[in-house]
């Protein structure tokens, strides 16, 4: 493999200290995106074109995402997607000093077109290609827009994960807890489902709790207060949702409790989380949020409180760059372009899992 990219003239990994500009390719869920971000680490760096194309529209009726639908529609537009962001940001693939695109996890489908794409597209222009975890785009999306320094401590929640862990550097995720069952994310889309509300989920219920009152019905909150790790649990508040949609009742007062309820737990996990990272680093007071459900201003703002007493700074990248986005993949092909821990990406398979901890492929 590595004789053959040799004879196309890929080129090897560049040891620089300029800033780095890169292509990022992201097509790892219903979001079709494309971007180019130049910056180099810590960061902040500068985004200079971000192309999103959601594919709400067409998973709609179905209440979710539909992989088949999802692939289809990745592999028919992304060509016009790379096309779009690159005349946005006025870059010639050959100004690029990378292409990053998402390797998993995700539905295997989109990543396959995103990954292939990238591959060729490397090839073709003979550019380095940067293999991306997507869940470390969004671990290190608050580099890209605050420069925020290793070691913080995170809280990933989105529509597949809701992990706590301290981040030590790039290759350094300490977990501190993890769902044990449904996603907050997903539990979101669900509540939204049970109760009649518009796909996506996430953003149809805070809408809706914005009109109603976060006590009008009691929500069970499991694994409050466990004090030896900081693991969440959400299938429980998801059946209590079910069965009190039989009844007759108030859905902006339903959507309130449940985000309610929500918040309780996240700020009580957090507040764990907290004091296991004060064990593990002397250094380092910055707590950052992040994933699809950091873009929900009632979590943000009551983890900012929380922050403000436990004397931690809050760090959430805007919403735009909360959700699903490219230029969170170009930011850690910026990070990992001189990584050679990172390997050969062009020999690298699409990932349905890939968990953090593990490392580079
Ligand atoms: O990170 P993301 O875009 O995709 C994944 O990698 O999963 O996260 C999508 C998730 C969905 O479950 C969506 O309902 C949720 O983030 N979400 C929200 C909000 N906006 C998106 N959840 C709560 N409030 C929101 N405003
Ligand atoms: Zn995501």
Redesign the pocket.
């Known amino acids: 493999m590595t004789l053959l990219y040799g004879v196309l003239g890929v080129k090897q990994r560049p040891v620089s200290y300029k800033p780095l500009t890169i292509l990022g390719i992201e097509t790892?869920?219903d979001?079709t995106a494309a971007a180019v971000v130049r910056g180099i680490a810590p960061g902040p760096g500068e985004i200079l074109s971000n192309i999103v194309f959601s594919q709400t529209e067409a998973h709609a009726p179905y209440g979710g995402v539909v992989p088949e639908i999802a692939s289809r529609a990745h592999l028919e537009i992304l060509d016009s997607i790379v096309e779009q962001a690159l005349d946005e940001a006025k870059i010639t693939f050959g100004e690029l000093d990378g292409i990053a695109a998402t390797a998993g996890p995700?539905l295997i489908g989109g990543v396959m077109v995103g990954l292939t794409t990238a591959k060729a597209l490397a090839l073709g222009a003979g550019k380095p290609l940067i293999a991306v975890n997507?869940l470390m785009g969004?671990a290190l999306t608050a580099r890209l827009t605050h420069g925020v320094a290793f070691p913080y401590l995170l809280l990933l929640?989105?529509?597949?994960?809701c992990q706590l862990l301290g981040v030590g550097g790039a290759h350094d995720f300490r977990l501190y807890g993890s769902t044990i069952d449904d996603?907050?994310?997903?539990a979101?889309?669900k509540t939204?489902k049970i109760l009649g509300l518009p796909y996506?989920?996430?953003?149809s219920?805070?809408q809706a709790a914005r009109n109603g009152n976060p006590r009008a019905y009691d929500l069970p909150r499991p694994l409050l207060n466990r004090r030896d790790r900081a693991d969440f649990s959400f299938s429980g508040l998801k059946t209590a949702v079910r069965q009190l949609a039989q009844q007759d009742i108030s859905v902006n007062d339903a959507c309130a409790s449940f985000q309610g309820a929500v918040i309780d737990i996240l700020r009580d996990r957090t507040q764990i989380a907290m004091a296991m990272f004060r064990r593990d680093f002397s250094t380092g007071n910055a707590f950052v949020l992040a994933?699809?459900?950091a873009?929900?201003?009632a979590?943000g703002a009551a983890l900012a409180k929380l922050c403000k007493e436990e004397e931690f700074i809050t760090r959430i990248p805007p919403?735009r760059l909360?959700?699903?986005n490219a230029a969170m993949i170009a930011w850690v092909g910026v990070e990992q372009l001189t990584d050679t821990a990172a390997g050969d990406a062009l020999s690298v398979s699409p990932r349905a899992r890939w968990p953090l901890a593990t490392g580079p492929i």
């Open positions: 790892s869920c979001e995700g997507h969004h929640v989105s529509g597949g994960h996603a907050v994310g997903e979101f889309d939204a996506p989920g996430g953003p219920v805070e994933g699809g459900v873009a929900n201003q979590i919403p909360c959700t699903d």
